[in-house]
DNA sequence: TTTGGTATAGAACATCATGTCTGATAACAA
DNA sequence: TTGTTATCAGACATGATGTTCTATACCAAA
């Protein structure tokens, strides 16, 4: 039904440039001090290109970590076979590996909708293992949808934690505290 | 040594007015919406008045915010006494008192400074009571840094869920499963 | 009640970011 | 090559910021 044409080559050019800016504009500076005139000064695009694709920062924020949104998604679903009840390990491993975008994305002045993305993520994740686990009703009179606020929020706070500190412990320590401090058993 | 003067009247009057105003219009709009125009026009305040006493817009929230501080720290005393490790019933009990303010504070889209403020309060008492606590470290090898962390996020998490959901539970029965869900014996 | 000090009001002002709109130009796809 | 379309440069109105000035009203203390 809907027609997708593909962008025209100067389209995704504009795009790309201010993705870059922004990324680095992020790392640089911090999300809320960056101005639309940063952006399109740092991507050399001019002021109604932007306003053509885009009607705020945000809109370029949300189309942007759109990326990020399906990188938590596909890891969810690695680690779902390896039987654990999180994908701690693997966020662990990959905010690692990108550590100097995602501290600044989560960190003291982070990025509220990146944090909410990721929290709704998690919680998404929590939530249908939870529902998944027959026995989940056996050893606690705890509502699910808090357990799994809970458990995301536990993960959510331990990321920003080690990114924040700079990750004073490796991503398999962490993994290993994680799952110390949320069984409740 | 230094020299306290009271302060003028007219001052007190002029702050009372814009703390007035900026609790108001937190609860109306959010923080981050504010200008400091809204603030001198609710206030009923002159331009250079407000730039008399403050800076900038955060400037007023930080010096207004003190007063929530003290509160927490005061409540944390107080229920040092009764044996628990977190303030956390009294919290509940608290912030559901003032729940229009603080679920416009703590919430979804909260002010950082505060979240700060209180989880700053929380990690401080977390981190005493674990330190004054002979066995702290007989169950468990992990850092009482990372302890402490995880106590107040887990408490702060909790409370900001309990207040964008309306409180669906009494203070007392999300005191018990803040108590269940940290309890790693 | 007077007096000297000071907070306030009101207004003007420069600055900056925002968002809209125009016509001309360049790049694109077919 | 041709018709389409994205981009650019610039102008423009708007609204918030932060500074500065003077006259006025208020205050505390003598």
Same mark, same amino acid.
């Given at each position: 039904m809907t027609n997708e044409r593909p962008p025209d080559r100067r389209v995704r050019r504009t795009k790309q440039r201010l993705d870059d800016a922004l990324e680095s504009l992020i790392i640089e500076?911090?999300?809320?001090k960056i101005t639309v005139q940063d952006?399109?000064? +740092?991507a050399d695009v001019g002021r109604s290109t932007f306003y053509a694709h885009y009607e705020t920062k945000d809109d370029?924020?949300? #189309?942007? &970590?759109?990326? @990020?949104?399906? $990188?938590?998604?596909h890891m969810a679903h690695e680690q *779902?076979? @390896?039987? #654990?009840? $999180?994908? !701690?390990?693997?966020?662990? +491993?990959? *905010?690692?590996?990108?550590?100097?975008?995602?501290? /600044? =994305?989560?960190?003291? +002045?982070?990025i509220d909708i990146v944090t909410e =993305?990721?929290? !709704? &993520?998690l919680l998404g994740h929590a939530t249908s293992v939870l529902e998944r686990r027959p026995d989940a009703n056996d050893q606690t009179t705890i509502p699910i949808e808090v357990r @799994?606020?809970?458990l995301a929020s #536990?993960? *959510? /706070?331990l990321l920003t934690w080690w990114l924040d500190n700079d990750r004073p412990y490796p991503p398999e320590r962490m993994d290993e505290i994680y799952e110390e401090l949320t069984k409740t058993t």
């Open positions: 500076k911090g999300y809320d952006l399109i000064d +740092r370029l924020l949300i #189309s942007w &970590t759109q990326l @990020a949104d399906d $990188m938590e998604l *779902l076979d @390896a039987g #654990s009840a $999180m994908p !701690s390990l693997t966020l662990f +491993r990959h *905010l690692g590996e990108h550590h100097h975008l995602y501290k /600044a =994305m989560l960190g003291g +002045r982070g =993305m990721i929290h !709704s &993520t @799994a606020g809970f #536990s993960l *959510l /706070a």
